[in-house]
C-alpha cells in the first residue's frame, strides 16, 4: 500500500524515526485497515483500486486477474475512502 499512501508512509516513517510515537500511532490506526487489504490473494485488484481511488490511476489488471465486484469491491471501497476522510479530517486539525 505504500504506492497508494506514499506521503503518509513516508510521514509514518519519519515520525517513528524522531521518537514521535503517538503521532505515528495515530497515523497508523488510520492506515492499518488498508494495510491489511495486501494481505489478501486479490491484493494486485485492491491496490489498483485504492490507487484509483486515492489519486486516480487505472483500475485495471491485467489477466487472469478478474475486476472486484459486489460486497468484495464495496468493502475495498468502504476501508479507502474511510482512511481518506481520516487523513483529510486529520489534516483539517492539523491546520
Known amino acids: 500500500m505504500t504506492n497508494v499512501w506514499p506521503v503518509e508512509c ?7 524515526a524522531e521518537d514521535r510515537y503517538a503521532e505515528a500511532r495515530a497515523l497508523y490506526r488510520i492506515l492499518t485497515p ?22 486516480g490511476a487505472p483500475e485495471w489488471t ?9 460486497a468484495e469491491r464495496d ?15 486529520r489534516k483539517k486539525k492539523a491546520a
Do not use: M, W
Open 75 to 89: 468493502f475495498v471501497v468502504s476501508t479507502i475512502k474511510h482512511a481518506i476522510s481520516a487523513l483529510a479530517a
Open 10 to 16: 513516508v510521514e509514518l516513517f519519519n515520525l517513528c
Open 62 to 70: 491485467r489477466a487472469p486477474r478478474l475486476p472486484l465486484v459486489g
Open 34 to 55: 488498508s494495510f491489511h487489504l495486501d494481505t489478501h490473494v486479490k491484493l494486485v485488484q485492491y491496490i489498483k483500486l485504492a490507487e484509483s481511488l486515492v489519486y
